[in-house]
């Protein structure tokens, strides 16, 4: 069997539309400036320390998907035609047919590659890498693409402010390929637990006669993110997170002191912040790229990996021979967490 699945390649692409905490302002309706007690964009990076995040315009969760993917391909001097299955992350499909996977192998020119769509919400980068690590483990494929993309603009909800300020777009891509050494070599920790705080259901089947007239065609409108704020979800979320990746610690040859680099889900800089203080390791090993790209739940891992490894995530850099630990909670919850060598 092979003994390991390493790292090979990673991208990640942002859309061109910077959005500041000046424009979101203008966008957001029902802000209490009276309850909040201070002005909105000091609200904003007291609450989330997000400065900047981006927003697509005429692109969606397929072509930025693709195009991380395609410096993926680039980083790891492979072509598409070496890819074997893909594994896409999302809960914003342009579409549900064709599924994901097959519309990005499409798109990169990766066409016979086998794959499939999942949806764990936040966590989903880490859970797609960890179903890539057990293919690659029994043999069965060799060279995995595994992306993470979200469009989330596209149905968030501007009347609900404290959701509205935390969503953005963008793409997250690493190909993983079968290693006897180095790369994801222990299995990761993946869990779950029912809870309603991340909300974005289905209209479709919700109500199926709610169709709308829009540009000539007729559609089912979407329903909005919702997500529940306050000290309970934020504490969960960094116990969650913390413990996730001792268990993952815990099933490789590792320990916490070993790690060069810890990228958590990028959900909210306060989340960061605690998860530092419980894992009582020195900020600068993990990765905090939120002030700039906002969360954009799955892809913020992916996003973050490949911009620690290009050197543009500040004083965390992933060097070849790093350590690095991933950790992520997302709606559900869905818990996911490995340890790999770069």
């Known amino acids: ?30 802000f209490d400036l009276k309850r909040a007690g201070m002005p909105f964009v000091q609200w904003v990076e007291q609450l989330t320390g997000i400065k900047t995040r981006y927003f697509v315009k005429d692109e969606d969760a397929e072509t930025m ?30 579409r549900d047919v064709p599924n994901m996977a097959c519309t990005l192998g499409h798109l990169i020119g990766a066409r016979k590659a086998g794959g499939f769509p999942l949806n764990t919400a936040c966590s989903g980068f880490v859970y797609a890498l960890s179903v890539a690590y057990s293919l690659i483990k029994s043999e069965i494929y060799k060279n995995i693409m595994v992306t993470s993309t979200e469009a989330l603009s596209r149905v968030t909800n501007y009347d609900d402010p404290s959701t509205a300020v935390l969503f953005s777009d963008g793409a997250g891509a690493a190909i993983l390929q079968a290693s006897e050494k180095g790369g994801i070599c222990s299995p990761p920790h993946m869990s779950s637990d029912f809870t309603e705080h991340f909300d974005l259901k289905n209209v479709d089947c ?14 089912i409108p979407r329903h909005t993110l919702h ?25 490789s040859p590792y320990r916490l002191k070993d790690l060069d680099v810890i990228i958590p889900h990028q959900a909210n800089q306060r989340i960061t912040q605690g998860l530092i203080e419980k894992l009582k390791v020195p900020s600068k090993k993990v990765c905090q790229v939120i002030d700039a790209i906002g969360n954009t739940s799955g892809a913020t891992v992916a996003i973050g990996l490949d911009m620690a490894i290009r050197g543009k995530a ?5 060097n070849p021979g790093s350590k690095v630990g991933l950790t992520a909670i997302g709606g559900g919850y869905s818990l996911a967490a490995l340890v790999l060598e770069y």
């Open 1 to 30: 069997m092979a003994k390991c699945a390493r790292i090979v390649g990673t991208g990640s692409y942002l859309p061109e539309q910077k959005v500041t905490n000046q424009d979101i302002e203008k966008m957001v309706r029902n």
């Open 65 to 94: 998907a693709a195009k991380a993917s395609l410096l993926a391909l680039e980083a790891a001097k492979m072509e598409a035609s070496d890819i074997d299955f893909i594994i896409v992350s999302t809960l914003t499909p342009a």
């Open 206 to 219: 919700l109500n199926p006669s709610a169709r709308i007239k829009k540009q000539g065609r007729e559609f």
């Open 227 to 251: 997500m529940m704020g306050g000290p309970r979800v934020l504490r969960r979320a960094i116990n969650a997170m913390a413990d996730a990746l001792m268990k993952a610690l815990d099933q």
């Open 314 to 318: 500040g004083d965390t850099k992933i």
